[in-house]
């Protein structure tokens, strides 16, 4: 069973910074890590991806602000975010998955959030003006 745990949430004005952190345990570990994030009213959205080589993806709307990381020695994922904006202000989950395929032909495929396992419990991020 995997288990994700967020923190770092919080309310910041626009032009701040936090960062994010979520601590992944479990067996097998899921190396297909990724943040969403969903504001009221909205449908989630993919914040950013990062795979089991250390290939990352990011949405449009965070592309130069935010960068997402991890420490393997600490099974822990990061999410940098700079220059935050209100309309960053939502709930950011962490999610996880195993890649498909076996050994060194293992893979991240591009997933739906539906189609991710694993989520954490949440925290909220609040950017006011």
């Known amino acids: 069973q995997v288990r994700l745990v967020e923190s770092g949430g919080g309310s910041v004005q626009a032009g701040g910074s936090l960062r994010l952190s979520c601590v992944a345990s479990g067996n097998p570990y899921p190396y297909c890590m990724a943040w969403f994030r969903q504001a009221p009213g909205k449908e989630r959205e993919r914040v950013a991806t990062?795979?089991?080589?250390?290939?990352?993806t990011y949405g449009d709307s965070v592309k130069g602000r935010f960068t997402i990381s991890e420490d393997n020695r600490k099974n822990t994922l990061y999410l940098q975010m700079d220059s935050l904006k209100p309309e960053d202000t939502a709930m950011y989950y962490c999610?996880?998955?195993?890649?498909?395929?076996w050994g060194g032909g293992a893979y991240c495929p591009s997933r739906q959030p539906h189609e991710y396992t694993y989520w954490g419990q949440g925290t909220q991020v609040t950017v006011s003006s």
């Open positions: 999610v996880a998955d195993h890649p498909l395929g």
């Open positions: 990062i795979d089991k080589d250390g290939s990352t």
